[in-house]
Protein backbone atom coordinates (compact mmCIF):
# COMPACT_ATOMS: atom_id res chain seq x y z
CA UNK A 1 0.00 0.00 0.00
CA UNK A 2 1.23 3.35 -0.81
CA UNK A 3 1.74 5.91 1.88
CA UNK A 4 0.12 9.24 1.51
CA UNK A 5 2.16 11.62 3.79
CA UNK A 6 0.04 14.26 5.56
CA UNK A 7 -0.03 17.80 3.94
CA UNK A 8 2.21 20.02 6.09
CA UNK A 9 0.50 22.52 7.64
CA UNK A 10 1.52 26.31 8.85
CA UNK A 11 0.35 26.98 12.32
CA UNK A 12 0.32 31.20 12.16
CA UNK A 13 -2.74 32.18 10.44
CA UNK A 14 -2.62 34.33 6.67
CA UNK A 15 -1.57 36.91 6.20
CA UNK A 16 1.45 36.11 7.75
CA UNK A 17 3.54 38.83 9.41
CA UNK A 18 6.87 40.51 7.30
CA UNK A 19 9.72 40.82 9.31
CA UNK A 20 11.58 43.04 6.73
CA UNK A 21 9.56 45.71 4.53
CA UNK A 22 11.54 44.30 1.65
CA UNK A 23 10.60 40.48 1.49
CA UNK A 24 7.65 38.28 2.43
CA UNK A 25 7.12 36.70 5.38
CA UNK A 26 10.11 34.30 6.26
CA UNK A 27 7.85 30.70 6.33
CA UNK A 28 7.16 31.62 2.38
CA UNK A 29 11.25 29.98 1.85
CA UNK A 30 10.84 27.24 4.04
CA UNK A 31 7.15 26.42 2.97
CA UNK A 32 8.92 25.95 -0.70
CA UNK A 33 11.11 23.64 0.50
CA UNK A 34 8.94 21.35 3.15
CA UNK A 35 6.03 21.05 0.92
CA UNK A 36 5.14 23.91 -1.93
CA UNK A 37 1.14 22.88 -1.37
CA UNK A 38 0.49 23.63 2.34
CA UNK A 39 -3.16 23.81 4.43
CA UNK A 40 -2.98 27.82 6.22
CA UNK A 41 -5.89 29.15 7.97
CA UNK A 42 -6.90 32.48 7.12
CA UNK A 43 -8.14 35.34 9.41
CA UNK A 44 -11.46 34.88 8.29
CA UNK A 45 -11.51 31.20 10.33
CA UNK A 46 -11.16 29.66 6.96
CA UNK A 47 -8.49 26.98 5.66
CA UNK A 48 -7.71 27.37 2.47
CA UNK A 49 -4.44 25.67 0.40
CA UNK A 50 -1.02 28.18 0.14
CA UNK A 51 0.69 27.15 -3.44
CA UNK A 52 4.09 28.59 -2.78
CA UNK A 53 6.24 27.75 -6.09
CA UNK A 54 6.15 29.68 -9.37
CA UNK A 55 5.36 26.65 -11.56
CA UNK A 56 2.89 25.56 -9.19
CA UNK A 57 1.12 28.93 -9.32
CA UNK A 58 1.59 29.63 -12.89
CA UNK A 59 -0.81 26.03 -13.65
CA UNK A 60 -2.88 26.95 -11.11
CA UNK A 61 -3.80 30.44 -12.57
CA UNK A 62 -4.07 28.37 -16.14
CA UNK A 63 -6.25 26.05 -15.23
CA UNK A 64 -9.99 26.67 -15.44
CA UNK A 65 -11.50 24.22 -13.16
CA UNK A 66 -10.16 26.81 -10.14
CA UNK A 67 -12.79 30.05 -9.90
CA UNK A 68 -12.39 33.38 -9.45
CA UNK A 69 -16.18 33.80 -7.86
CA UNK A 70 -15.29 35.49 -4.72
CA UNK A 71 -18.83 34.72 -3.54
CA UNK A 72 -18.26 30.77 -3.78
CA UNK A 73 -18.02 29.92 0.21
CA UNK A 74 -14.53 28.25 -0.83
CA UNK A 75 -12.89 31.16 -1.71
CA UNK A 76 -10.55 32.29 1.02
CA UNK A 77 -11.23 35.86 2.34
CA UNK A 78 -8.34 37.12 4.04
CA UNK A 79 -10.16 39.66 6.21
CA UNK A 80 -11.19 38.87 9.80
CA UNK A 81 -14.28 40.18 8.87
CA UNK A 82 -14.84 37.18 6.82
CA UNK A 83 -16.83 37.04 3.45
CA UNK A 84 -18.77 40.88 2.27
CA UNK A 85 -22.23 41.03 1.83
CA UNK A 86 -23.46 40.13 -1.39
CA UNK A 87 -25.33 43.56 -2.25
CA UNK A 88 -28.77 42.64 -4.32
CA UNK A 89 -27.85 44.49 -7.45
CA UNK A 90 -24.05 43.24 -7.33
CA UNK A 91 -22.84 42.61 -10.69
CA UNK A 92 -19.72 40.62 -11.37
CA UNK A 93 -16.53 42.44 -12.91
CA UNK A 94 -13.81 40.97 -14.36
CA UNK A 95 -11.89 39.93 -11.80
CA UNK A 96 -14.87 38.23 -10.32
CA UNK A 97 -15.45 36.20 -13.73
CA UNK A 98 -15.43 32.49 -14.76
CA UNK A 99 -15.13 31.54 -18.64
CA UNK A 100 -17.28 31.52 -20.63
CA UNK A 101 -18.65 34.95 -19.30
CA UNK A 102 -15.15 36.32 -18.11
CA UNK A 103 -13.40 35.96 -22.12
CA UNK A 104 -16.32 37.56 -23.69
CA UNK A 105 -16.41 40.54 -21.15
CA UNK A 106 -12.35 41.03 -21.32
CA UNK A 107 -12.60 41.16 -25.09
CA UNK A 108 -14.97 43.91 -25.17
CA UNK A 109 -12.27 46.48 -23.01
CA UNK A 110 -8.81 44.70 -23.69
CA UNK A 111 -8.61 47.09 -27.47
CA UNK A 112 -8.77 50.00 -24.53
CA UNK A 113 -4.97 48.51 -23.06
CA UNK A 114 -3.07 47.51 -25.56
CA UNK A 115 0.72 48.72 -26.35
CA UNK A 116 -0.65 50.91 -29.07
CA UNK A 117 -3.03 53.00 -27.44
CA UNK A 118 -0.40 53.20 -23.99
CA UNK A 119 2.38 54.55 -26.17
CA UNK A 120 -0.67 57.03 -27.53
CA UNK A 121 -0.69 58.40 -24.02
CA UNK A 122 3.33 58.67 -23.42
CA UNK A 123 3.29 62.02 -23.67
CA UNK A 124 0.67 63.38 -21.52
CA UNK A 125 1.83 61.03 -18.86
CA UNK A 126 5.21 62.61 -19.20
CA UNK A 127 3.36 65.57 -19.09
CA UNK A 128 1.78 64.86 -16.08
CA UNK A 129 4.66 63.58 -14.21
CA UNK A 130 6.38 67.07 -15.19
CA UNK A 131 4.32 68.90 -13.39
CA UNK A 132 3.94 67.32 -10.31
CA UNK A 133 7.48 67.52 -10.26
CA UNK A 134 7.59 70.84 -10.50
CA UNK A 135 5.43 71.47 -8.10
CA UNK A 136 7.82 68.98 -5.79
CA UNK A 137 10.72 71.34 -6.60
CA UNK A 138 8.53 74.34 -5.90
CA UNK A 139 7.44 72.88 -2.68
CA UNK A 140 8.42 73.17 0.61
CA UNK A 141 10.79 70.48 2.23
CA UNK A 142 10.59 67.52 3.10
CA UNK A 143 7.91 66.79 0.38
CA UNK A 144 5.52 63.95 1.23
CA UNK A 145 5.65 61.44 -2.02
CA UNK A 146 2.83 59.54 -1.65
CA UNK A 147 0.22 62.61 -2.15
CA UNK A 148 2.78 64.71 -4.32
CA UNK A 149 3.60 61.87 -7.06
CA UNK A 150 2.75 58.60 -6.42
CA UNK A 151 -1.47 58.79 -6.07
CA UNK A 152 -2.04 61.67 -8.16
CA UNK A 153 0.10 60.38 -11.38
CA UNK A 154 -1.70 57.26 -11.44
CA UNK A 155 -4.85 58.64 -10.33
CA UNK A 156 -4.90 61.94 -12.93
CA UNK A 157 -3.89 59.05 -15.62
CA UNK A 158 -6.86 56.57 -15.14
CA UNK A 159 -9.63 59.19 -14.65
CA UNK A 160 -8.81 60.77 -17.88
CA UNK A 161 -8.92 57.64 -19.94
CA UNK A 162 -12.09 56.48 -17.97
CA UNK A 163 -13.55 59.67 -18.17
CA UNK A 164 -13.85 60.20 -14.11
CA UNK A 165 -13.52 63.78 -12.86
CA UNK A 166 -9.99 64.14 -11.50
CA UNK A 167 -11.77 66.50 -9.01
CA UNK A 168 -13.46 64.11 -7.40
CA UNK A 169 -10.02 61.80 -6.01
CA UNK A 170 -9.99 62.27 -2.62
CA UNK A 171 -13.67 60.91 -2.90
CA UNK A 172 -12.78 57.73 -4.77
CA UNK A 173 -8.74 57.42 -3.16
CA UNK A 174 -10.57 57.48 0.59
CA UNK A 175 -13.13 54.73 -0.49
CA UNK A 176 -10.40 52.98 -2.54
CA UNK A 177 -8.13 52.97 0.60
CA UNK A 178 -10.99 51.90 2.97
CA UNK A 179 -11.75 49.13 0.39
CA UNK A 180 -8.24 47.43 0.14
CA UNK A 181 -7.76 47.73 4.45
CA UNK A 182 -8.03 44.28 6.31
CA UNK A 183 -8.80 46.23 9.86
CA UNK A 184 -11.80 48.14 8.71
CA UNK A 185 -15.09 46.98 10.03
CA UNK A 186 -17.52 45.33 7.28
CA UNK A 187 -20.16 47.83 7.68
CA UNK A 188 -17.29 50.82 6.70
CA UNK A 189 -16.50 48.33 3.41
CA UNK A 190 -19.99 48.24 2.44
CA UNK A 191 -20.77 51.86 3.29
CA UNK A 192 -17.47 52.68 0.55
CA UNK A 193 -18.75 49.92 -1.99
CA UNK A 194 -22.21 51.73 -2.20
CA UNK A 195 -20.65 55.38 -2.20
CA UNK A 196 -18.31 54.01 -4.70
CA UNK A 197 -20.93 52.31 -6.36
CA UNK A 198 -23.54 54.97 -6.67
CA UNK A 199 -20.70 57.46 -7.66
CA UNK A 200 -20.36 55.54 -10.79
CA UNK A 201 -23.82 54.65 -11.24
CA UNK A 202 -24.89 58.55 -12.15
CA UNK A 203 -21.62 59.03 -13.87
CA UNK A 204 -22.38 56.07 -16.16
CA UNK A 205 -25.87 57.63 -16.66
CA UNK A 206 -24.66 60.88 -17.64
CA UNK A 207 -22.27 59.19 -20.03
CA UNK A 208 -25.63 57.27 -21.55
CA UNK A 209 -27.01 60.63 -22.29
CA UNK A 210 -24.09 62.29 -23.37
CA UNK A 211 -21.45 59.83 -24.23
CA UNK A 212 -18.24 61.24 -23.79
CA UNK A 213 -15.03 60.70 -25.94
CA UNK A 214 -13.23 58.15 -23.09
CA UNK A 215 -13.32 54.64 -22.16
CA UNK A 216 -16.58 54.53 -20.85
CA UNK A 217 -17.97 57.01 -23.25
CA UNK A 218 -16.67 54.64 -26.03
CA UNK A 219 -17.66 51.57 -24.91
CA UNK A 220 -21.75 52.69 -24.34
CA UNK A 221 -21.23 54.24 -28.17
CA UNK A 222 -19.80 50.23 -29.24
CA UNK A 223 -22.34 48.58 -27.03
CA UNK A 224 -24.92 50.43 -28.54
CA UNK A 225 -23.87 49.45 -32.38
CA UNK A 226 -23.60 45.68 -31.29
CA UNK A 227 -26.15 44.79 -29.29
CA UNK A 228 -28.92 47.50 -28.92
CA UNK A 229 -28.67 49.10 -25.73
CA UNK A 230 -25.85 49.39 -22.90
CA UNK A 231 -25.58 46.88 -20.00
CA UNK A 232 -25.33 49.67 -17.38
CA UNK A 233 -24.65 47.64 -14.14
CA UNK A 234 -21.54 45.97 -16.14
CA UNK A 235 -20.20 49.58 -17.29
CA UNK A 236 -20.54 50.30 -13.48
CA UNK A 237 -18.85 47.71 -12.24
CA UNK A 238 -16.02 47.91 -14.70
CA UNK A 239 -15.71 51.47 -14.23
CA UNK A 240 -15.32 50.45 -10.08
CA UNK A 241 -12.83 48.12 -11.04
CA UNK A 242 -10.39 49.92 -13.52
CA UNK A 243 -10.73 53.02 -10.97
CA UNK A 244 -9.68 51.33 -8.17
CA UNK A 245 -7.02 48.95 -9.55
CA UNK A 246 -6.06 52.29 -11.88
CA UNK A 247 -4.61 54.09 -9.23
CA UNK A 248 -3.90 52.15 -6.19
CA UNK A 249 -1.67 49.35 -7.36
CA UNK A 250 0.92 51.83 -9.54
CA UNK A 251 0.71 54.19 -6.94
CA UNK A 252 2.16 51.69 -4.39
CA UNK A 253 4.90 50.51 -7.12
CA UNK A 254 5.69 54.22 -7.24
CA UNK A 255 6.38 54.69 -3.42
CA UNK A 256 8.35 50.98 -3.17
CA UNK A 257 9.70 51.20 -6.06
CA UNK A 258 11.23 55.02 -5.17
CA UNK A 259 12.66 53.43 -1.58
CA UNK A 260 14.30 50.73 -2.72
CA UNK A 261 16.32 52.46 -5.30
CA UNK A 262 17.39 55.18 -3.09
CA UNK A 263 18.08 52.19 -0.14
CA UNK A 264 20.32 50.52 -2.80
CA UNK A 265 22.69 53.23 -4.38
CA UNK A 266 24.58 50.78 -7.04
CA UNK A 267 21.06 49.68 -8.61
CA UNK A 268 19.72 53.33 -9.18
CA UNK A 269 23.27 54.06 -10.75
CA UNK A 270 22.06 51.84 -13.71
CA UNK A 271 19.36 53.14 -14.47
CA UNK A 272 20.70 56.96 -13.75
CA UNK A 273 23.37 56.10 -16.29
CA UNK A 274 21.17 54.06 -18.65
CA UNK A 275 17.80 55.11 -19.10
CA UNK A 276 17.28 52.08 -21.59
CA UNK A 277 17.29 49.71 -18.91
CA UNK A 278 14.39 51.05 -16.77
CA UNK A 279 11.96 48.92 -17.99
CA UNK A 280 14.04 46.05 -17.10
CA UNK A 281 14.46 47.82 -13.21
CA UNK A 282 10.37 47.89 -13.41
CA UNK A 283 9.78 44.55 -13.79
CA UNK A 284 12.62 43.43 -11.43
CA UNK A 285 10.59 45.74 -9.02
CA UNK A 286 7.32 44.61 -10.10
CA UNK A 287 9.20 40.86 -8.39
CA UNK A 288 10.49 42.34 -5.95
CA UNK A 289 7.82 43.82 -3.98
CA UNK A 290 4.54 41.95 -5.58
CA UNK A 291 2.17 43.89 -3.84
CA UNK A 292 -1.15 42.44 -4.91
CA UNK A 293 -0.15 38.40 -4.08
CA UNK A 294 -3.50 37.39 -2.82
CA UNK A 295 -5.38 38.79 -5.68
CA UNK A 296 -4.53 35.77 -7.26
CA UNK A 297 -6.59 33.41 -4.95
CA UNK A 298 -9.12 31.11 -6.14
CA UNK A 299 -11.81 28.42 -5.36
CA UNK A 300 -11.59 24.53 -6.95
CA UNK A 301 -14.75 24.03 -8.71
CA UNK A 302 -13.45 20.13 -9.51
CA UNK A 303 -11.16 17.98 -7.67
CA UNK A 304 -6.94 18.93 -9.14
CA UNK A 305 -3.90 18.21 -8.46
CA UNK A 306 -1.49 21.50 -7.90
CA UNK A 307 1.96 20.16 -7.14
CA UNK A 308 1.44 16.84 -6.15
CA UNK A 309 -0.95 17.56 -3.76
CA UNK A 310 -5.09 16.61 -4.52
CA UNK A 311 -6.72 19.64 -3.77
CA UNK A 312 -10.64 19.28 -3.48
CA UNK A 313 -13.96 20.77 -5.34
CA UNK A 314 -15.04 23.76 -2.95
CA UNK A 315 -11.73 24.13 -1.46
CA UNK A 316 -9.91 27.87 -1.62
CA UNK A 317 -6.18 28.17 -3.25
CA UNK A 318 -3.76 30.69 -2.59
CA UNK A 319 -1.30 31.40 -5.38
CA UNK A 320 0.85 33.12 -3.28
CA UNK A 321 2.56 35.26 -6.33
CA UNK A 322 5.12 36.94 -4.23
CA UNK A 323 6.50 33.13 -2.62
CA UNK A 324 6.71 32.60 -6.70
CA UNK A 325 8.47 35.36 -7.38
CA UNK A 326 11.05 34.49 -4.82
CA UNK A 327 11.54 31.04 -5.61
CA UNK A 328 15.46 30.31 -6.30
CA UNK A 329 14.16 28.06 -8.69
CA UNK A 330 13.15 30.61 -10.86
CA UNK A 331 15.41 33.18 -9.86
CA UNK A 332 18.57 33.13 -9.02
CA UNK A 333 19.54 34.83 -5.81
CA UNK A 334 15.86 35.45 -5.60
CA UNK A 335 15.95 37.81 -2.21
CA UNK A 336 18.20 40.37 -4.18
CA UNK A 337 17.17 43.27 -6.06
CA UNK A 338 19.21 43.06 -9.31
CA UNK A 339 17.71 45.35 -12.11
CA UNK A 340 19.84 43.87 -14.79
CA UNK A 341 18.01 39.51 -13.97
CA UNK A 342 15.72 39.83 -16.64
CA UNK A 343 12.46 39.35 -14.88
CA UNK A 344 9.84 39.77 -17.25
CA UNK A 345 8.49 35.46 -16.22
CA UNK A 346 7.54 37.11 -12.75
CA UNK A 347 3.66 36.73 -12.22
CA UNK A 348 3.30 40.17 -10.07
CA UNK A 349 0.38 40.53 -12.79
CA UNK A 350 -0.72 37.15 -12.52
CA UNK A 351 -0.61 34.49 -15.10
CA UNK A 352 -3.39 33.51 -17.49
CA UNK A 353 -6.65 34.35 -18.59
CA UNK A 354 -6.93 37.29 -15.30
CA UNK A 355 -3.80 38.35 -16.30
CA UNK A 356 -3.71 41.90 -15.38
CA UNK A 357 -5.25 44.46 -17.83
CA UNK A 358 -3.94 47.31 -17.04
CA UNK A 359 0.32 45.65 -16.96
CA UNK A 360 0.79 47.95 -19.95
CA UNK A 361 -0.71 51.03 -18.73
CA UNK A 362 1.39 50.35 -15.44
CA UNK A 363 4.56 49.97 -16.99
CA UNK A 364 4.69 52.78 -18.91
CA UNK A 365 3.51 54.85 -16.04
CA UNK A 366 6.43 53.54 -13.27
CA UNK A 367 9.02 53.79 -16.31
CA UNK A 368 8.34 57.28 -16.86
CA UNK A 369 8.33 58.12 -13.21
CA UNK A 370 11.34 56.77 -12.28
CA UNK A 371 13.26 57.91 -15.51
CA UNK A 372 12.11 61.53 -14.68
CA UNK A 373 12.02 61.71 -11.10
CA UNK A 374 15.94 60.52 -10.88
CA UNK A 375 16.64 62.60 -13.43
CA UNK A 376 15.30 66.08 -12.63
CA UNK A 377 15.66 65.59 -8.69
CA UNK A 378 19.37 63.64 -8.96
CA UNK A 379 19.96 64.65 -4.83
CA UNK A 380 16.49 62.76 -4.14
CA UNK A 381 16.59 61.06 -0.89
CA UNK A 382 14.67 60.09 2.37
CA UNK A 383 13.68 62.32 4.83
CA UNK A 384 13.48 59.75 7.82
CA UNK A 385 15.10 56.31 8.19
CA UNK A 386 13.54 53.66 6.63
CA UNK A 387 12.28 52.14 9.77
CA UNK A 388 10.01 55.00 10.31
CA UNK A 389 7.81 54.71 6.86
CA UNK A 390 4.51 53.63 7.34
CA UNK A 391 4.26 50.37 5.34
CA UNK A 392 1.28 49.06 4.15
CA UNK A 393 0.92 45.95 6.40
CA UNK A 394 -2.94 46.08 7.03
CA UNK A 395 -3.85 46.26 3.06
CA UNK A 396 -4.68 44.03 0.69
CA UNK A 397 -2.52 45.95 -1.70
CA UNK A 398 0.93 46.45 -0.09
CA UNK A 399 2.44 49.84 -0.13
CA UNK A 400 3.26 53.39 1.86
CA UNK A 401 1.09 55.59 3.76
CA UNK A 402 3.58 58.34 3.19
CA UNK A 403 6.95 58.97 2.18
CA UNK A 404 8.72 61.66 3.20
CA UNK A 405 11.51 62.91 0.95
CA UNK A 406 13.86 65.97 0.63
CA UNK A 407 16.75 66.84 -1.74
C1 LIG B 1 1.76 47.93 -10.52
C2 LIG B 1 0.53 47.93 -10.85
C3 LIG B 1 -0.40 46.75 -10.88
C4 LIG B 1 -0.29 45.50 -10.30
C5 LIG B 1 0.86 44.96 -9.47
C6 LIG B 1 -1.49 44.77 -10.67
C7 LIG B 1 -1.74 43.45 -10.30
C8 LIG B 1 -2.80 42.71 -10.78
C9 LIG B 1 -2.97 41.29 -10.56
C10 LIG B 1 -2.05 40.41 -9.72
C11 LIG B 1 -4.08 40.90 -11.22
C12 LIG B 1 -4.60 39.47 -11.37
C13 LIG B 1 -5.82 39.16 -10.56
C14 LIG B 1 -6.27 37.72 -10.72
O1 LIG B 1 -5.48 36.83 -11.05
O2 LIG B 1 -7.44 37.46 -10.46
C15 LIG B 1 -4.65 42.08 -11.84
C16 LIG B 1 -5.81 42.11 -12.58
C17 LIG B 1 -6.37 43.26 -13.07
N1 LIG B 1 -5.81 44.50 -13.10
FE1 LIG B 1 -4.01 45.04 -12.36
N2 LIG B 1 -2.29 45.58 -11.42
C18 LIG B 1 -1.66 46.79 -11.58
C19 LIG B 1 -2.13 47.87 -12.30
C20 LIG B 1 -3.34 47.95 -12.93
C21 LIG B 1 -3.84 49.10 -13.65
C22 LIG B 1 -3.07 50.41 -13.86
C23 LIG B 1 -5.09 48.77 -14.09
C24 LIG B 1 -6.08 49.54 -14.89
C25 LIG B 1 -5.86 50.54 -15.62
C26 LIG B 1 -5.36 47.41 -13.67
C27 LIG B 1 -6.51 46.72 -13.94
C28 LIG B 1 -6.67 45.37 -13.70
C29 LIG B 1 -7.88 44.64 -14.10
C30 LIG B 1 -9.10 45.20 -14.81
C31 LIG B 1 -7.69 43.31 -13.70
C32 LIG B 1 -8.66 42.16 -13.86
C33 LIG B 1 -8.37 41.42 -15.13
C34 LIG B 1 -9.22 40.18 -15.30
O3 LIG B 1 -9.73 39.64 -14.32
O4 LIG B 1 -9.38 39.76 -16.46
N3 LIG B 1 -4.27 46.95 -12.97
N4 LIG B 1 -3.84 43.16 -11.59
Given at each position: MTEVAEPATVD???PLDRS????????YEKMRETGPVQRVKLQSGQEAWAVTRLEDVRQMLTD???????????FPIL???GRPVRRDNFTPSLINMDPPEHGAARREVVGEFTVKRMKALQPRIQQIVDEHIDAILAG????DLVSALSLPVPSLVICEQLG????DHEFFQSRSSTLL????TQEARMQAVEEMQDYLDKLVSAKEADPTDDLLGRQILKQREEH???DHDSLVSLAFLLLLAGHETTANMISLGTVALLENPDQLAIIKNDPGKTLDAVEELLRYF??????TSRVATEDVEIGGQLIRAGEGVLGLSYSGNRDEAAF???DELDL???????VAFG????????QNLARMELQIVFDTLFRR?????????VDDLPFK???NIYGLYRLPVTW
Open positions: DVFCPFAPPPAPRFSSDRFNPGTKQPKPAVPYANREVGDVTIAEFAENAERGARHHFGPHQCLGVPSLELATSDDA
